[in-house]
């Protein structure tokens, strides 16, 4: 059974840094593509970073490209979001995802505000 928990969301104030985590169980973690996605409050859901399970290469999305860093460890079954310089626009429910897999966990929800 594919189950995805993230957690280390927050409140956070403009500047701060937030480090998410996601474990992952059910499925081979090591051999998928992830991601991170977010929701903002009336927005849709959007792509932030994905990491490719071999290589490690990264992508990014523009709005979060030298801010955050995306990073997994296979022995652990976990994928990581370091985000630093947190923007008030940053606020959303992160969430992480195996690509070709139809599965959302509850997501973690970040508030920048001061």
């Known amino acids: 059974q594919v189950r995805l928990v993230e957690s280390g969301g927050g409140l956070v104030q403009p500047g701060g840094s937030l480090r998410l985590s996601c474990a992952a169980s059910?499925?081979?973690?090591?051999?998928?593509?992830m991601s991170w996605y977010r929701q903002a409050p009336g927005k849709e859901r959007e792509s932030v970073a994905g990491?490719?399970?071999?290589?490690?290469?990264?992508i990014y999305a523009n709005v979060v490209k030298g801010r955050f860093t995306i990073s997994r460890d296979n022995a652990k079954n976990t994928l990581y979001l370091q985000m630093n310089d947190l923007k008030p626009e940053d606020t959303a429910v992160y969430y992480c995802?195996?690509?070709?897999?139809?599965?959302w966990g509850q997501g973690t929800a970040v508030t920048v505000s001061s």
């Open positions: 995802k195996a690509h070709n897999l139809d599965y």
């Open positions: 059910g499925f081979a973690f090591s051999t998928y593509y």
């Open positions: 990491i490719n399970p071999s290589s490690g290469s990264t």
